[in-house]
Structures are given as structure tokens and as C-alpha cells.
């Protein structure tokens, strides 16, 4: 399988990633009502078994369960695999110390000395400077414990500030992991995806599907009830998905002449802007197959600019 740099010399992962932010999660994702630590540990296996081994997780999904799964599943692995975790800048936050510490308790939950890919969960620091916090990044990529620092939600100007005080200790910039998908393209209007070619910062795209809108389940003529805290996500309601009609159709459309389902064809979209990585969500085995299937082949450039064209709307 082609492998993708994260940013200018991180490590080398697949072009789809594994995302576990279900994994433990009650709030969102109802964890323990249809799905539990046996569901979770066949999807790790499935995506070992399909060659993808980029798996991404932070310390607040689950409060600390998806990084202890995603560790204990680790001892079964029979290859090498990829860890990207999060560090969450709380309030009472304040000293670099936080950040060491913080990760150290990630590490034990994961069982690891050292994770690929170390990555600001927010950019709104509180009471610690960005300043303070990327020195302390550095710190941790001097001492071995991450390979590489990331940031998520940031800015293109936040970006950019990140990379400055990095790039004097020596450390690259990797990685900015933002919402990116069809339905959810504001980090092309904002100039995040320019940026990030410009400084070499590779894009983690999280909610590649919107959520599920861009599967194709959710219809405003069928009777499928979105769960956890898309019950009161407007896009979810019947005007919302009539507004996506045409999207899914197209998704169909192009989808059909590939053998490929609405799914793949939007997580292939993502991977065709080159320099992103779609973070896809799973919570059982089933899914993990599905989200492999958009890998191994890719859509025209025709096809591409179809769908750019078509989901305009949600530039801003």
C-alpha cells in the first residue's frame, strides 16, 4: 500500500487513517448500547489485516478508554503501526510541565514509549501562550517521546505562528487535523489547505463523511434515526437532507461506474486533493471494510471537479 510523509520528515503512514474517538465515547457515540470492547478490538484487527495501520485517538475520547483500547489491542499487533494522540489544553493548564505530564499519561494508556504524532487538540490555549506550549512539543520531540508535533482546528494564521516558534528549536510543523469532507470544505475558503501545502504540513481530514451524511444512510423520505448528538444536528433533519440530495446522488452516480458506495467515493475526493489523510471513524469490523474500500483506486480528474463544483455551498 503507498504511504504518505506527515509533514516534511515524520513518520510514513497509510493514506487513510483509523479514527477511534467512538471508542469508549457514551456522550456522542452510545458506546456500550450496540457496540463494546469486542466490536472494538475486530475493527483494530480488520484494519491491521487490510494494511492500515495509521491509528489516530486523544486523552479526552472516552476520558482516557480509547487510548487504554487502543493499547491493550497494540500487544496483539503483528505489525508496526502508527499512533497519533492529543494533547487537550484545559484551563488549569498553564505551565509546559502540563504538556509532559499529559503525555506521560498517554503513553501509559497506550502503552508506548513513544507516539508518531503528538497533536494540540484545540487552538485556544487559555492561560498558556502558544509560546509555552510549542516549546514545550519541542521539548518532548528532543527527549524521544513523540516523533512529531501536530495541531488541530488551527487557523492558517495560527498555523503559521506554530510553525515559527517550532521551526526555531528545529522541529517541523507535521500536521493540522481539521474538519474537512464534501459538506465541510470552509478550510479551502479560509486558506487552512493553502497554508498547509505552503509550510508542508500534511491535512488530517476528521469527519471525512459529515457525520454519516455522506454515506447515504440518512434520507429526508426514509425512516433512519440518526443517535447521540446528531439527534439535534440540523443537517440531520428533513430539510437538511434534502438540501444534500443532489450530493448523495452524484456520490451514487460515480460510485456505480467504480463498483464503489457514496462513502468511498467521498473519503477517495479527499485523498485526490493530495497532501490529506481522511480520518475515518469506525466502531466494528464491517465499517473498517467499507472505509478500506476507497482505497486502491482513484476517481478522474473530471470526476473530482464534478464534485468540487457541486458541493460549493459549503465553501463558507
Not at 514509549?113 to 498558556?128: G, I, T
Amino acid at each position: 500500500m503507498e504511504t504518505i510523509r506527515l509533514g516534511q520528515n515524520g513518520v510514513a503512514v497509510t493514506p487513510l487513517c483509523i479514527g477511534t474517538w467512538a471508542w469508549g465515547d457514551k456522550l456522542f457515540w452510545n458506546y456500550g448500547n450496540n457496540y463494546g470492547a469486542e466490536e472494538l478490538e475486530n475493527a483494530f484487527k480488520a484494519a491491521l489485516d487490510a494494511g492500515v495501520t495509521f491509528f489516530d485517538t486523544a486523552e479526552v475520547y472516552g476520558t482516557g478508554l480509547s487510548e487504554k483500547y487502543l493499547g491493550e489491542f497494540l500487544k496483539q499487533a503483528n505489525k508496526p503501526v502508527q499512533i497519533a494522540t492529543k494533547y487537550a489544553p484545559l484551563p488549569w493548564r498553564v505551565t509546559g510541565t502540563a504538556v509532559k505530564d499529559a503525555l506521560t499519561a498517554s503513553l501509559h494508556r497506550l502503552r508506548v514509549e513513544q507516539v508518531d504524532l503528538y497533536q494540540v487538540h484545540w487552538s485556544f490555549a487559555f492561560l498558556m501562550s502558544q509560546h509555552t506550549l510549542m516549546n514545550a512539543l519541542a521539548d518532548e520531540v528532543q527527549s524521544g517521546r513523540i516523533r512529531a508535533v501536530g495541531v488541530s482546528n488551527y487557523t492558517a494564521e495560527q498555523m503559521r505562528e506554530a510553525q515559527q516558534i517550532l521551526a526555531r528549536r528545529g522541529v517541523p510543523l507535521a500536521v493540522n487535523q481539521v474538519r474537512y469532507s464534501l459538506l465541510s470544505r470552509q478550510v479551502e475558503s479560509k486558506g487552512i489547505i493553502e497554508t498547509a501545502r505552503e509550510l508542508g504540513v500534511t491535512i488530517l481530514a476528521y469527519s471525512p463523511l459529515a457525520q454519516g451524511l455522506l454515506t447515504g444512510k440518512y434520507a429526508a423520505n426514509n425512516n433512519t434515526i440518526p443517535t447521540g448528538a446528531r439527534k439535534v444536528d440540523p443537517r440531520f433533519r428533513p430539510e437538511g437532507l434534502r438540501k444534500i440530495e443532489p450530493v448523495i446522488s452524484l456520490l451514487r452516480q460515480i460510485g456505480d461506474k467504480y463498483g464503489r458506495t457514496p462513502a468511498q467515493v467521498a473519503l477517495n475526493w479527499l485523498i485526490c486533493q493530495g497532501n490529506v489523510i481522511p480520518i475515518a471513524g469506525v466502531k466494528t469490523a464491517q465499517q473498517v471494510v467499507q472505509n478500506v474500500g476507497a482505497l486502491g483506486w482513484r476517481l478522474s480528474h473530471e470526476e473530482v471537479t464534478e464534485l468540487e463544483l457541486a458541493t460549493r455551498d459549503w465553501l463558507n
